[in-house]
């Protein structure tokens, strides 16, 4: 499996060549890999909310803790991760990871033990999937508060330094194994940002956040999010009236942290747009306030804010919760066209293979004139990004699709450049798989449209 530098997910590479010398296929397994993906999220948000109550105090709110802690575990942005069976994997290992590291870090004050294993796991989460450190951070900073008391302490202040520190070192050490992977050629190099393509990521991230929180890239009707966080932000800003600004300002940088965590991400790795897999700690905003919201509410003074914050909260997670459902019932449609298609395709090969005596062992794909991504009239929500795209439309899917469906080995090929120039000058519509089948000797060139 070849890997690139910019990925930064180094103890992937190892999984993944663990498994292959077992003969284990994650995208052949994806059902068992997904039920564990869907465990290890539910066991995280049971081991968050256990730590969130214990650390507050017995008098908390636990059904507040829990319906702020599934925010960062079950989110309408997760619905990208779902999409790439192949990456289980990663999602599982740097969530997991995520989450107890801010537990054994958040109670290490006395324990060198706790604080050594705190760090180990979190190096894990950042050569991972580093967007999970967003969670580590939001986490780790609300503990070390809630432990304190919500106190101004030297011992806090120490402790936070020491969360950030091995936060920076797992980054830090993350990028240094990278560079030192692509020294001994097991990794390829990619070329560094410069201040123009830094400028330019910045300024995308900065237009593309009218759409991310007006309707979450269309997995939300217009104005739900905006609404849902007024509400929480009010309950959770009025529960908190009368404790000093400190509370107020060590809640915003908990959020501000997190927030920046992700978008420094993005920027780290160059990208030219904002896909939802990396975006799905946003939502760790409302599982922040919520936390606040139940560490601070006196239940039987303010019991209708309290339940106005829950209820609100619990409503936004039905939007969710659907817009999940609604991923999943798109994605079996898009596969179920995929497969299709595909067997379409292989029907037709071995009636060539029958007629003129000869084997097929590569297969080559090209586009035509106007791409369709997505099979728009049967899919419900109008994704953003590359969730629900055919399989055809990625190098690393196209062929691999073929094999997984027809039960062949096809090689990957290159198609000549003359047949893309003479495939880019057509248009269709419709499958059309006389016209878009190019064969040449033992190689067929698709034409996607």
Same mark, same amino acid.
């Given at each position: 499996?070849?890997?690139?530098?910019?990925?930064?997910?180094?103890?992937?590479?190892?999984?993944?060549?663990?498994?292959d010398?077992?003969?284990?296929?994650?995208?052949?397994n994806?059902?068992?890999?997904g039920?564990l993906?869907?465990?290890?999220?539910?066991?995280s948000?049971?081991?968050?909310t256990?730590?969130?109550?214990?650390?507050?105090?017995?008098?908390?709110?636990?059904?507040l803790?829990?319906?702020?802690?599934?925010?960062?575990?079950? @989110?309408?942005?997760?619905?990208e991760w779902?999409?790439?069976?192949g990456?289980?994997?990663q999602?599982?290992?740097?969530m997991?990871?995520?989450?107890?590291?801010?537990?054994?870090?958040?109670g290490s004050?006395k324990?060198?033990?706790?604080?050594?294993i705190?760090?180990?796991?979190l190096f894990?989460?950042?050569?991972? *999937?580093?967007?999970?450190?967003?969670?580590?951070?939001c986490?780790?900073m609300?503990l070390?508060f809630?432990?304190?008391?919500?106190?101004?302490?030297?011992?806090?202040?120490r402790m936070?330094?020491?969360?950030?520190?091995?936060?920076?070192?797992?980054?830090?050490?993350?990028?240094?194994l990278?560079?030192?992977?692509?020294?001994?050629?097991i990794?390829?190099?990619?070329?560094?940002?410069n201040?123009g393509?830094?400028?330019?990521?910045?300024?995308?991230?900065?237009?593309s956040?009218?759409?991310?929180?007006?309707?979450? *890239?269309?997995?939300?009707?217009?104005?739900v999010i905006?609404?849902a966080?007024?509400?929480?932000?009010?309950?959770?800003?009025?529960?908190?009236?009368?404790?000093?600004?400190?509370?107020?300002?060590?809640?915003?940088?908990?959020?501000?942290?997190?927030?920046?965590?992700i978008y420094?991400a993005?920027?780290?790795?160059g990208?030219?747009?904002?896909?939802?897999?990396?975006?799905?700690?946003l939502?760790?905003?409302?599982?922040?306030?919520?936390?606040?919201?139940?560490f601070?509410?006196? *239940?039987?003074?303010e019991?209708?804010?309290?339940?106005?914050?829950?209820?609100?909260?619990?409503?936004?997670?039905?939007?969710h919760?659907?817009?999940l459902? *609604?991923?999943?019932?798109?994605?079996?449609r898009t @596969?179920?066209?995929?497969?299709?298609?595909?067997?379409?395709?292989a029907d037709?090969?071995?009636?060539?293979?029958?007629?003129?005596?000869?084997?097929?062992?590569?297969?080559?794909v090209c586009?035509?004139?106007?791409?369709?991504?997505?099979?728009?009239?049967?899919?419900k929500n109008?994704y953003?990004?590359?969730i629900?795209?055919?399989a055809?439309?990625?190098?690393?899917s196209?062929?691999?699709?073929v @094999?997984?469906?027809?039960?062949r080995?096809?090689d990957?090929?290159?198609v000549?450049q003359?047949v893309?120039?003479?495939v880019?000058?057509?248009?269709?519509?419709?499958?059309n798989?006389?016209?878009?089948?190019?064969?040449?000797? @033992?190689e067929v060139?698709?034409?996607?449209y």
């Amino acid at each position: 499996m070849t890997v690139a530098s910019e990925s930064y997910r180094n103890a992937m590479g190892v999984f993944y060549w663990v498994l292959d010398m077992f003969a284990i296929n994650v995208v052949q397994n994806q059902v068992f890999f997904g039920i564990l993906l869907i465990v290890s999220f539910a066991w995280s948000a049971a081991v968050l909310t256990m730590e969130m109550y214990r650390a507050a105090g017995q008098d908390s709110k636990i059904f507040l803790f829990g319906t702020g802690s599934l925010f960062m575990y079950l @989110n309408a942005f997760a619905c990208e991760w779902m999409w790439y069976a192949g990456a289980y994997i990663q999602w599982m290992v740097a969530m997991l990871t995520a989450t107890y590291a801010a537990v054994f870090v958040a109670g290490s004050e006395k324990s060198r033990k706790k604080f050594l294993i705190g760090a180990g796991l979190l190096f894990l989460t950042a050569s991972s *999937y580093q967007i999970c450190l967003a969670h580590y951070i939001c986490i780790v900073m609300t503990l070390l508060f809630f432990r304190f008391q919500g106190k101004v302490t030297g011992r806090l202040l120490r402790m936070l330094v020491r969360a950030a520190v091995i936060c920076v070192f797992s980054i830090g050490g993350n990028m240094a194994l990278t560079k030192i992977l692509v020294s001994a050629d097991i990794l390829y190099p990619k070329t560094r940002l410069n201040m123009g393509d830094f400028m330019s990521v910045a300024r995308f991230i900065i237009e593309s956040q009218k759409d991310i929180w007006l309707n979450g *890239y269309g997995l939300f009707p217009d104005w739900v999010i905006p609404f849902a966080l007024v509400v929480i932000l009010a309950c959770t800003f009025w529960i908190m009236r009368g404790y000093g600004c400190f509370a107020y300002l060590y809640m915003l940088l908990t959020i501000l942290m997190g927030q920046s965590l992700i978008y420094a991400a993005c920027i780290m790795q160059g990208i030219e747009r904002l896909p939802m897999r990396m975006l799905e700690p946003l939502f760790d905003v409302f599982s922040v306030c919520l936390f606040y919201l139940a560490f601070y509410a006196v *239940y039987q003074k303010e019991r209708m804010v309290c339940r106005l914050a829950g209820v609100s909260g619990m409503a936004f997670l039905l939007f969710h919760i659907l817009s999940l459902q *609604y991923s999943a019932a798109d994605t079996v449609r898009t @596969n179920t066209l995929d497969r299709y298609y595909i067997l379409q395709i292989a029907d037709r090969i071995r009636t060539y293979e029958q007629e003129h005596h000869i084997e097929v062992t590569g297969v080559g794909v090209c586009y035509d004139a106007s791409l369709e991504y997505k099979y728009g009239d049967y899919i419900k929500n109008g994704y953003y990004g590359e969730i629900l795209s055919k399989a055809f439309m990625n190098e690393w899917s196209d062929v691999s699709a073929v @094999n997984y469906y027809s039960g062949r080995s096809f090689d990957r090929t290159e198609v000549p450049q003359e047949v893309k120039e003479q495939v880019r000058q057509l248009n269709w519509d419709y499958v059309n798989l006389q016209e878009q089948m190019i064969f040449c000797g @033992n190689e067929v060139y698709i034409a996607v449209y």
